[in-house]
């Protein structure tokens, strides 16, 4: 006879470092145990789908022939409490690809582990922004514009193309740059972000970041990753980081090791091609690549709250030979107002966002 069991586990959660960034999507690495079996997952089925905020029914058997002492279940290495109907609420879980594991124990050892691929979707679908334009500013236009911040009403900008990336400050009302730092050639200019004095430039496939003095653009230092740089953000303790993937990594800014990893998702499914990000008011506003879109992100699960539709802000005068897509947003705090451009855009513009 099989028997139902719902025990519980908190397993370690293992921090990667910046030098070994690895995707949550992929199943746990758990050394394999021998026969016998000692049971296993009566559901969930394998790749199951659900919503954030569904009820997940976990049950497990037990084989009569060898019966464990405990079954203990975790997700993405997250204690499971045992639940006496089976029933686990996943409001505070996170959207994306997931890992249910069932480890089976008998006489203290792990004799077998069982697991199940969940893929879990934001609970509605992203609300509908536009948007109206305030002001029209000049931009350079041969700026390949990656990254973009605004502080104490000076713009700081990190184009790209290599051979002609830079890190600059931007006069806002006439776009004169004030001050530039050139990369070597060999590098490729991402995505930027400001804390604690410093600016933080990263590069597209050189797996390198650089740390500059805002006030005097001098090198402080460097940091590694070992996947793409596109965008760059910051909740004011930590960096978070996108590589052009449905993820974004966020970094711990005194050893730039990854503390968690969110999987960005809508109602659909996955948001790939995260590009130049903005923390907003606690949420994070990217740009998303070869889109006018910008998606209003949740990042405590990941969820897509918003999608803000930016068809039409370059006007059709500019749309010259060189202008590319929209890339570039920087806030202020002050007036809650928005300053985008793009890639060879030779405006920027104030913006409002207001629901469709």
């Known amino acids: ?69 405990s079954v203990l279940l975790s997700v993405g290495g997250q204690r499971l409490l045992p639940q006496s109907d089976g029933l686990y609420i996943t409001a505070d879980w996170q959207v994306g690809i997931h890992w249910l594991q069932a480890s089976f124990w008998h006489d203290g050892k792990e004799q077998q582990v069982e697991r199940r691929k969940l893929r879990i979707l934001a609970p509605h679908a992203p609300t509908e922004f536009t948007y109206t334009v305030e002001k029209e500013y000049p931009h350079d236009a041969k700026a390949y514009t990656q990254g973009l911040l605004l502080r104490d009403g000076v713009l700081y900008e990190s184009t790209g193309q290599r051979g002609q990336s830079s890190l600059r400050k931007v006069e806002l009302i006439t776009g004169k740059v ?80 990854v503390v968690r990893t969110l999987q960005i998702y809508t109602d659909q499914g996955a948001l790939n091609y995260l590009n130049e990000m903005e923390w907003v008011e606690g949420k994070i506003c990217a740009n998303v690549y070869t889109t006018d879109l ?14 803000v539709h930016m068809e039409g802000l370059l006007r059709p005068s500019a749309n010259g030979s060189k202008a590319e897509v929209l890339n570039g947003i920087a806030y202020d705090k002050r007036d809650k107002r928005f300053y985008l451009t793009g890639k060879y855009w030779p405006y920027l513009y104030r913006v409002k966002f207001f629901p469709k």
């Open 1 to 69: 006879m099989r028997t139902a069991l719902c025990y519980s586990l908190l397993l370690p959660i293992f921090f990667l470092g910046c030098n070994n960034i690895q995707s949550p999507t992929l199943p746990p690495v758990v050394q394999k145990k021998s026969t016998p079996r000692w049971g296993g997952i009566t559901y969930p089925a394998s790749d199951t789908v659900f919503r954030l905020g569904d009820a997940l029914h976990v049950a497990v058997y037990n084989d009569s022939a060898h019966v464990a002492d």
């Open 294 to 307: 910008i998606a209003i992100i949740n990042p405590t699960n990941g969820v897509v709250e918003g999608f």
């Open 178 to 257: 004030l001050q530039q730092h050139e990369l070597d050639a060999k590098y490729f200019g991402e995505g930027l972000e400001y804390l604690n004095g410093k600016l933080f430039q990263l590069t597209w496939t050189s797996n390198t970041g650089f740390i500059y003095d805002c006030k005097t653009f001098e090198q402080l230092g460097s940091f590694n990753y070992n996947t793409q740089g596109w965008g760059l953000t910051t909740d004011g303790t930590h960096l978070y980081l996108s590589d052009g993937s449905e993820h974004i990594y966020v970094l711990d800014t005194t050893n730039f090791h």
